[in-house]
């Protein structure tokens, strides 16, 4: 038996081979950071990454659009505050997706700003989004919340002074911020 002659030569070789360092394992953003960080659309992916070893509460993110397994783009944003709200919808109408991310200050007031990115026809590229004006902000206090409401389009709502909300839904086709009523539904 040509085998059992062969087996005991082979765990000898291993145990008398010189030990290995063990590779030290690759450093990963930090996952406390935010939650969901994989967006997608029909065939197209974004990844929303924070590099490793930045903190929570400032930095940068990366967003990495990738079709299969070829990889399209890499967009970097600074970012002052955590990543919260993370979103994609044809907000535009156009077929494509868009994709969003909303971050917040670790201020007192939590202000809030959002990135948003479309699936061109040229390619990914950054999707200009209008501030909201002088009278859109009149008794702003922070405490941005981002999210969709009915028909894929974009809203942001913050709390106001005086104790009310202010709810603002995004019009493409305007490329401004437009007063609604509280959308009845939320995702």
């Known amino acids: 038996m040509r085998i059992t002659r062969i087996v005991p030569l082979v765990l000898l070789a291993a145990c008398g081979a010189p030990k290995q360092e063990a590779a030290a394992p690759a450093a990963a953003g930090d996952a406390s950071c935010f939650g969901s960080r994989v967006l997608s659309f029909q065939d197209l992916v974004a990844e929303v990454v924070i590099p490793a070893g930045e903190a929570c509460a400032s930095g940068t993110f990366q967003v990495v659009f990738t079709r299969g397994e070829d990889t399209l783009q890499t967009l970097g944003e ?3 505050g955590t990543v919260g709200f993370i979103g ?33 026809p040229s390619g990914i590229t950054r999707l200009p989004l209008a501030a909201l004006d002088s009278a859109q902000l009149a008794g702003y206090a922070g405490h941005d919340r981002f999210g969709f409401g009915g028909g894929d389009q974009i809203v942001r709502a913050f709390p106001r002074t005086g104790g009310d909300t202010a709810w603002f839904g995004y019009s493409h ?9 509280r959308p009845a539904w939320i995702r």
Not at 91 to 110: C, K, L, N, Q, W
Request: hydrophobic content about 40%; proline content about 0%; charged content about 30%.
């Open 88 to 120: 994609t919808a044809d907000v535009d109408g156009d077929g494509r997706g868009e994709f969003f991310v909303a971050t917040a200050s670790t201020a007192e007031d939590r202000r809030g700003a959002l990135f948003a990115y479309t699936d061109a």
């Open 173 to 181: 086709g305007e490329g401004k911020w437009a007063a609604i009523a």
């Open 78 to 80: 600074t970012r002052d």
